[in-house]
């Protein structure tokens, strides 16, 4: 994976073709005595490759802008001069700026994975933990229940005293506390 980003983003590193290097100061001597037939420089690097009558390619590196003195012996040379300044590559112009975004993203999505079993997830703020109850009334009697009928009996002094409580405030009797 690193190998990959580093040829993406640093194509020289790849291998090519091997080209003989020679210094700038010897590139231009070899263009004053007019031993160079065609010259290639890279506006973004200051790499120039030249090619001799002979038909052998060779580099330099010289400074990104080149000087006044050295355009002028450039083109009084005879040599075709051509300059070229390389657009990057798909993947060298969005890579960078889409890798950050999907680092973000995925730790977002690890975050929300690790919240799914706090809190019932983070995304989970404003829903209600409420239950939700029937209004529709229980099938089962007090005859069903199987049990101590003083028990029962109990259960239904309490419901007939919930249902009229007047008659039992007339004889003092009131809900119990606590």
Known sequence: MGLIAAALFFPSFLPS????????????????????????????????????????????????????????????????????????????????LLLPVGLIILFFVWINRRAQGQMSGMMSIGRSRAKTYTTERPGTTFDDVAGYAGVKQEIREVVDFLKDTEKFAEIGARVPKG
């Open 17 to 96: 073709d091997q080209i003989d290097e020679v210094a700038y100061d010897r590139f231009l001597d070899r263009v004053a005595v007019g031993e160079v037939a065609e010259i290639l420089v890279d506006n973004q690097t200051g790499r120039i490759e030249f090619t001799d009558a002979e038909g052998t390619t060779y580099a330099t590196t010289g400074p990104l802008e080149l000087s006044i003195d050295d355009r002028r012996l450039l083109a009084d040379s005879g040599a075709a001069v051509r300059f070229e300044t390389p657009q990057p590559g798909f993947l060298q112009t969005w890579l960078p």
